[in-house]
């Protein structure tokens, strides 16, 4: 992960959750994310995510 959980949850401000991965990039298109944030959101796991704490957790021990 090349940027901070903090700038992820900026360009996700506002998300309606649960979300899928595709949805969670979309939304942060959307919100006009920098290149590093979306670089991030693209190696996320394919999964649902619940809430911002569950894309939180993948950010962990970087």
């Given at each position: 992960?090349?940027?901070s959980?903090?700038?992820?949850?900026?360009?996700?401000?506002?998300?309606?959750?649960?979300?899928?991965?595709?949805?969670?990039?979309?939304?942060?298109?959307?919100?006009?994310?920098?290149?590093?944030?979306?670089?991030?959101?693209?190696?996320?796991?394919?999964?649902?995510?619940?809430?911002?704490?569950?894309?939180?957790?993948?950010?962990?021990?970087?």
């Open positions: 992960m090349h940027t959980p903090i700038e992820v949850q900026k360009a996700l401000k506002d998300m309606d959750y649960p979300a899928s991965k595709e949805d969670l990039i979309k939304h942060a298109k959307k919100r006009d994310a920098g290149k590093e944030v979306m670089e991030d959101l693209k190696e996320l796991p394919e999964k649902q995510y619940n809430n911002a704490a569950d894309v939180s957790k993948e950010f962990k021990g970087d």
